[in-house]
């Protein structure tokens, strides 16, 4: 029952994920005049799948096999460094040009490239808790 519960909610956060990259955020960007608001909307939704991620990493942690869920980790690894390192960068770089060289374009590239890593590790992780290896 807990094995099945799992591979639920892990469905529906790796859903959430590609969800997340290959429609609201295009729709966000496409319907809300104000891109500087789509931005903020569109980063505070990454921000939470980062959360939802940490959580999904931390219940996989207590439950049995918690070593087929590795893709998992390292997708969460990968969402945190965008979300507590990137982030920020990119944010210096919209206020001052660049960062380390890097515009916010750049960053931004870097951070959308983690991201969609994420989301394939991601699905390599349901994968896995599916077949049972």
């Known amino acids: 029952m807990i094995r099945r519960v799992w591979q639920v909610l892990l469905v529906l956060w790796a859903g959430s994920l590609w969800s997340l990259a290959l429609w ?3 729709i966000l960007f496409f319907s809300q005049g104000d891109r500087h608001l789509a931005g903020l909307l569109a980063g505070r939704m990454f921000s939470i799948e ?3 991620g940490c959580a999904a990493a931390a219940l996989a942690l207590v439950l049995p096999g918690r070593m087929r869920f590795l893709p998992g980790y390292l997708a969460v690894a990968l969402l945190a460094i965008n979300e507590w390192a990137l982030k ?3 944010n210096l770089a919209h206020s001052r040009g660049t960062v380390a060289g890097l515009t916010f374009g750049a960053w931004h590239g870097v951070s959308a490239v983690l991201y969609v ?3 394939l ?3 390599v992780a ?4 599916s077949v049972g290896r």
């Not at 349901?126 to 808790?129: C, G, I, S, W």
């Open 121 to 123: 590790l991601v699905v």
């Open 50 to 52: 980062t959360y939802v």
């Open 88 to 90: 920020r960068a990119m």
């Open 117 to 119: 890593l994420a989301c």
């Open 126 to 129: 349901v994968e896995r808790q």
């Open 24 to 26: 609201v955020t295009p």
